[in-house]
């Protein structure tokens, strides 16, 4: 791993809940501009639901209850199925460079994960279905990855205190496309609040600690440091928002 002295966490809590599309076009932009050094960005979205790259609308979204509730639909670069965001889950990310593959991303750095959620809950967690983090028989953490070429992203939620409600409506739970035979553990589909399972106060400023923890133990260093989304990564997510993330083409390309 990293040099302990020479490891600086950056973490950015900037963040556009109202704009889901250039909320989300910020991770594969952060991705793109970056060399490697160790970011964590803590960020949060109104009412919408994030596809997975294969995701397939049909299967996995209702149309219906999407366009009732106001929800914006919107397609990440990561895989893995749907998840439905709003003020109540806090999402992370997480880039850094390394080698390894799919066993680095989640044999490796989603132990930054778990252990920032361990935290929150003065307890151990469990992983079902290689990223789906549970807590008392409930689902309450989603992760995916991308990689490009040494460059690797990790993100995913954290139910805090979501709308469990219109997740249930929004959301194909389990998906259409759904089959016994792929041995998925049916927690993936079972979710539950961190407000309902620990207690009902969780704060905001308390997860952006646990995570900052919890990765900043994952590169053996204490050392952070608070930055700003920066003009060239804010150009370039605005222009991957307007041309890719907020096209009819790119979010019902299955």
Known sequence: MENKSIVKLRVL??????????????????????NGFPTLRIWRNDKSVILGILSSVNDEV??????????????????GGSVFHDMGNINYTFITSGQGGIDYL?????????????????????????????????KISGNAGYINEDKYLL??????SS???????????????YRKKDNINMIKYKV?????????????????????????SLLHSDDYFLDGINDEEL???????????????????R
């Open 13 to 34: 809590l900037t963040e556009y809940p109202n704009d889901p599309y250039l909320n989300v076009a910020m991770d594969e932009a952060l991705l793109l501009k970056s």
């Open 62 to 79: 209702n149309l219906e209850m999407i366009e009732r509730f106001g929800v914006k639909l919107v397609r990440r670069i990561s895989g």
């Open 106 to 138: 989640y044999g490796n750095l989603l132990k930054g994960t778990i252990s920032a959620i361990e935290s929150l809950v003065n307890e151990r967690v469990e992983v079902y279905n290689e990223t789906d983090i549970a807590f008392k028989g409930y």
């Open 155 to 160: 993100h995913g939620t954290l139910l805090v």
């Open 163 to 177: 709308n469990l409600d219109i997740l249930h409506k929004v959301l194909v739970i389990p998906p259409k496309n």
């Open 192 to 216: 539950s609040n961190l407000s309902n399972l620990v207690k009902d106060n969780i704060s905001y400023d308390e997860v952006v600690e646990a995570f900052i923890r919890g990765f900043s």
């Open 235 to 253: 150009k370039l997510a605005t222009r991957l928002a307007n041309e890719k993330y907020s096209k009819k083409e790119f979010i019902y390309k």
